[in-house]
């Protein structure tokens, strides 16, 4: 088993090379349908399997259209990977939506719209009070 540093290296180095080849070496053009990028990298311990997390903008038919991209070129960048990094056994290779960036971005309006409600229930409160005295 591999030490927690050494994971979390061939992580760093998995997430680098498939961001560079999802910029220039995947010719799928379903993979260019919505914007991708790697968000990251999970390796297990033993370093025989790597789940790359990948946030994609746009619809959510061309987020499919995306997914279904990435999961027909998984062979390639698995023996791209195999050629750019070197370890024993290349790790097999999941491609997984990474949607934290949208839930972060509905928590954040849903705060917003709770305070704005909070802040008008202040002013309408004020406002009775004034008038009732």
């Known amino acids: 088993m591999a030490t927690s540093r050494r994971v979390a290296r061939v992580s760093e180095q998995i997430k680098r090379e498939v961001s560079k080849m999802l910029l220039q070496d995947i010719k799928d053009d379903r993979v260019g349908a919505g914007m991708v990028s790697v968000t990251d990298v999970n390796v297990s311990g033993d370093l025989q399997h790597a789940k790359i997390f990948v946030s994609i903008y746009g619809t959510p038919e061309a987020k499919a259209e995306t997914m279904a991209g990435l ?9 791209e990977l ?10 097999e290779v999941i491609f997984l939506e990474d949607n934290s960036l949208e839930r972060g971005d509905r928590i954040l309006s849903l705060l917003n719209r709770i305070s704005q409600e909070r802040q008008t229930t202040e002013a309408e409160d004020e406002n009775f009070d004034d008038v009732s005295s």
Not at 71 to 76: D, H, N, S, V
Not at 82 to 91: F, S, V
């Open 71 to 79: 999961k027909a070129a998984t062979g390639f960048v698995r023996s």
């Open 82 to 91: 195999g050629q750019r990094i070197r370890l024993r056994r290349t790790p």
